[in-house]
């Protein structure tokens, strides 16, 4: 009779930790085997990279300089190395979204003169969308200088953006 009383409290101390069951009873037993590590795992979600911890590091992307742009290659291609490097760091954006601004993005340059600032404005506003409602915070360096560009009005200098956005989706390939 003795037994069955020590067994018993075991039986309820395991239903208040495990909610009964086979296996869910007794110290050790049920949810307190399994919570530890769930615990460890949620606590260090911000110390990886990428985590919480890490994303104050790409709020601020560097601005890319239009007059550079339009007179060095290679700092088009470095800026084009390191907007896809943020994409793969912060973002999950597809290629194919990629490919769908970038194929605004011509379209915009072949427009006739009297029209190309205009469709230069949507198309900003297009990618604020983009970026706004997919996360690609990556490409915030880009709706900025898509800016610079539409506000200088020059040829040159949406030709200049069209390589580049050319540049970001060769290299994410």
């Keep these: 009779m003795a037994e069955t009383t020590q067994q ?31 615990g460890d795992r949620r606590e260090g979600r911000g110390d990886r990279p990428g985590g919480g911890g890490d994303r104050g590091r790409f709020e601020g992307p560097p601005e890319i300089d239009i007059e550079k742009l339009i007179s060095d290659p290679l700092y088009l291609d470095n800026q084009a190395h390191g907007v896809v490097s943020r994409m793969r760091d912060m973002d999950s954006g597809t290629k194919s979204q990629l490919r769908r601004l970038y ?13 190309r600032q205009q469709q230069f404005v949507m198309l900003r506003a297009r990618l604020a969308y983009t970026i706004a409602r997919q996360s690609l915070r990556s490409l915030d360096s880009l709706e900025k200088l898509l800016l610079q560009v539409t506000r200088k009005n020059d040829a040159k200098g949406y030709e200049r953006f069209r390589d580049l956005f050319e540049a970001i989706v060769a290299y994410n390939e």
């Design 8 to 38: 018993e409290p075991r039986n309820q101390e395991g239903r208040r930790e495990g909610r009964g069951g086979p296996g869910g009873g007794g110290p050790g037993g049920g949810r307190e085997g399994r919570g530890g590590p769930h």
């Design 103 to 115: 194929n605004a993005v011509r379209r915009a340059v072949r427009a006739p003169e009297s029209e």
